[in-house]
């Protein structure tokens, strides 16, 4: 009988070190010792035996029942069967919970809306689906006019639209190629005085690479008050690059073009990378071109329903995510919509 004990004992002990996963085992258990299993049968049967046989045999199974449970106890705690017994630590940390990012375009323009509201200038917004009048027309860009194609223009076909209103029934509608129209609409909705920004999204048909995309945000800037001169536009531009760069930054001023201001001009700053001694960056120039800008031309002031002989007024176009990615040295544009979080999760 203690023969047979041991036998069951190292069979058991094998079926434990082979069973794989928590049904297995508990197969193996019932097996053995349950309530119908082979260890349990030989502790019934002890009561049949002789008395001093009975003591000997009888400590022998009990221990091995105690040895077998305690085995089968330890590898179903490795397998995960059951729970050590739940406590709460409450003096421990809690687990954190993830916060969201601000995207590092929302973060410079909430810095530039905060130092233009801060020179008396309101913030303001436009539609990004807008008509070719606002465009183009009002911004002195007659039909036929070549600065047209200054941009690539993403046009709407009309009759794709869901919304067919009849106040946009003899419109040509097209996605903004710039924040320009907000000049306009500005000075329609405000009159003069006038100051604002418009941070918004534009849209271009480029071939998309590191440098370039179709959507991507400007931050458009007028003033419109008596005796606004080149000056006024200057002095403002650098306040607003010195605010942004934190620190007193050496500019330049171009000569520029553009339909809706004369003069137009272009304003650059000395390479941040090679401090001006010419690099990739600049195209080896030492300057980086950073805002276009002008004197508002006269026929615009006079769509805005503003008298040019009374009131004159400048306007600069920020390329807010070409900032952004001088601020940050971003080198690929296509993050900026990608949702990636990898990148968002940097600011
Ligand atoms: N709208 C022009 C552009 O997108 C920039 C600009 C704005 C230039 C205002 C002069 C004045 O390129």
Redesign the pocket.
């Known amino acids: 009988m203690k023969i047979e004990l041991q036998q069951l004992k190292e069979e058991a002990l094998q079926s434990i070190k082979s069973a794989s996963g928590l049904e297995e085992l508990k197969q193996a258990e019932i097996k053995y010792l349950g309530r119908k299993g082979k260890i349990t049968k030989v502790l019934r049967g002890l009561k049949d035996l002789k008395e001093s046989e009975r003591k000997e045999v009888g400590s022998l199974a009990n221990d091995i029942k105690n040895e077998l449970q305690a085995e089968f106890s330890q590898k179903k705690n490795q397998e995960g069967g059951v729970k050590k017994e739940s406590f709460i630590d409450v003096s421990l940390p809690g687990e954190k919970i993830d916060k969201g990012h601000i995207h590092p375009l929302t973060i410079v323009q909430s810095e530039l809306e905060d130092l233009f509201r801060s020179m008396g200038f309101i913030v303001l917004d436009g539609p990004e689906l807008e008509s070719d009048y606002y465009c183009f027309e009002a911004l002195n860009m007659p039909k036929d006019h070549p600065a047209r194609d200054?941009?690539d223009t993403f046009y709407i076909d009309k009759s794709s639209l869901y919304n067919k209103d009849e106040e946009n029934k003899d419109l040509d509608l097209l996605m903004r190629?710039?924040?320009?129209p907000v000049?306009v609409r500005g000075m329609q909705k405000h009159g003069a005085p006038f100051r604002a920004v418009v941070p918004g999204r534009?849209y271009r048909s480029e071939v998309i690479d590191a440098c370039h995309e179709h959507t991507f945000d400007?931050m458009?800037g007028i003033m419109v008050d008596k005796n606004i001169s080149v000056t006024n536009l200057i002095a403002v531009i650098k306040e607003l690059i010195d605010g942004l760069f934190g620190q007193k930054m050496e500019t330049r001023v171009r000569p520029?073009y553009?339909p809706?201001?004369e003069p137009?001009i272009e304003m650059d700053i000395k390479c941040t990378i090679c401090q001006g001694h010419g690099c990739p960056s600049c195209k080896n120039s030492g300057w980086l071109e950073l805002v276009?800008?002008?004197m508002v031309h006269p026929k615009v002031l006079k769509y805005g329903g503003i008298d040019p002989d009374k009131y004159s007024g400048f306007?600069?176009?920020l390329g807010l995510t070409r900032l952004v990615m001088m601020r940050y040295c971003i080198e690929d544009i296509r993050m900026f919509n990608s949702g990636d979080l990898r990148f968002l999760e940097q600011f």
Do not use: D, Y
């Open positions: 200054m941009q190629p710039h924040t320009s000049q534009v400007q458009e520029g553009f809706f201001v137009a276009p800008a002008g306007a600069f176009g």
